[in-house]
């Protein structure tokens, strides 16, 4: 009987040890996905109690396929599930309506080298919907970027069907059944291409990308387009340059459009943030990044912060700005963080969570870091 009561006793004492996730644990976490022969990430999205991520994984016979990942609030995996098996796929943007994921992938053919972008609809349990392809077998159609709202999705990027070297613009809308409203493309001289969408509630859209198509000019720009409900477009905006423009990310907060690019000049890179007016395009402000390395994405937070991450060497650089420009953390005063950095956001505990590929020294997975709004994971 003595025996027994000790029995009962640990039990019930180690069900009351069982506190579930920790705040802790909840804010701060690095985690792995995937198979070590080869898996990315390139998107995260936040969820009621964890996350979603997007990209890829490899199989044994090194073909990717899209990898997306259910985890909880600590980043441990509730679902992870793979999709294609006829040509390498990779996952590149994951959005939700409905408690349903939408997920934006690329599909490039083994034998031709053409790329095709899709919609791939997962439901809450890692089951496939369905799937919607864009564009046509024949030529490459690359969508860069999506927006969903609870009626239709709206998609930028760019087209190869008039010329397989110089692409086009390429912005569309489709219901959420992948029915098409419109599909717009942009030709020129040169090659340009959309990289960033935006759509207010008034069904307005603005749309950032490149172009080398600016007469009078050698160098590839940073273009602003402006288009109403139907699609139809206002006159475009180029940011002058100096040299080559490459676009980094963009956001948009406080009634403005913040758009990082990297400055290409012979062998270096000098990050860049422009400032616009969302409502009239015009710069607000602009300034050199002190971040060290190209920009690769960026996140605001709803208390005026915005993180700039960028990658050098294998090793992820932080720095942090707030809404007029001016540098409130440099990256010299945090640590650096092994990996790589595809998507970053800010998250509801008020910290922040970015997605991207570790190092080549951990072999090559998905990895998803979440830090606080005090910076755990990077202090020195």
């Known amino acids: 009987m003595k025996k027994l009561w000790c029995i009962l006793t640990l039990i019930l004492t180690m069900a009351g040890c069982d506190k579930g996730i920790s705040d802790f644990q909840s804010q701060n976490f690095i985690k792995y996905y995937g198979e070590a022969i080869g898996a990315q990430g390139f998107d995260v999205l936040e969820i009621s109690g964890g996350y979603v991520v997007a990209g890829f994984n490899s199989t044994a016979l090194y073909k990717k396929q899209v990898f ?9 995996t509730i679902w992870a599930r793979q999709f294609g098996t006829s040509h390498n796929e990779e996952g590149h943007i994951v959005r939700t309506v409905n408690s349903e994921y939408y997920t934006l992938g690329i599909k490039t053919n083994d034998i031709t080298g053409i790329k095709n972008s899709f919609l791939l609809k997962i439901g809450s349990q890692g089951d496939s919907l369905t799937t919607f392809t864009f564009g046509d077998p024949s030529y490459s159609l690359v969508v860069n970027d999506m927006v969903v709202d609870e009626e239709a999705f709206y998609l930028a990027g760019e087209s190869y069907q008039n010329n397989p070297s110089q692409p086009d613009y390429y ?14 493309t942009m030709a020129a001289a040169g090659s340009q291409s959309f990289n960033k969408i935006f759509v207010s509630q008034e069904g307005g859209i603005i749309l950032l990308g490149t172009t080398n198509a600016v007469i009078g000019s050698t160098y590839t720009h940073i273009s602003v387009v402006e288009f109403d409900e139907l699609g139809l477009p206002f006159y475009p905006k180029e940011l002058d340059a100096q040299a080559n423009q490459q676009f980094g990310d963009a956001i948009r907060t406080d009634n403005q459009i913040i758009v990082a690019i990297n400055v290409e000049s012979g062998s270096s890179t000098t990050p860049r943030l422009v400032s616009l007016s969302d409502q009239s395009l015009e710069i607000l402000w602009q300034s050199n990044s002190t971040l060290g390395a190209p920009i690769t994405s960026m996140a605001s937070s709803p208390q005026g912060t915005i993180s700039l991450f960028g990658e050098k060497g294998n090793v992820i650089i932080l720095s942090q700005i707030n809404s007029t420009g001016t540098v409130v953390l440099e990256s010299s005063m945090v640590k650096q963080l092994a990996g790589s950095v595809r998507a970053a956001i800010s998250t509801s505990d008020k910290g922040w969570a970015l997605v991207g590929t570790t190092a080549p020294d951990y072999g090559t997975m998905m990895q998803l870091i979440k830090t606080d709004a005090e910076l755990f994971l990077f202090e020195p």
Do not use: S
């Open 68 to 76: 997306v990942v259910k985890t909880d609030k600590a980043g441990n």
């Open 171 to 184: 912005f569309a809308k489709f219901t959420l059944d992948g029915n098409e409203i419109w599909q717009r």
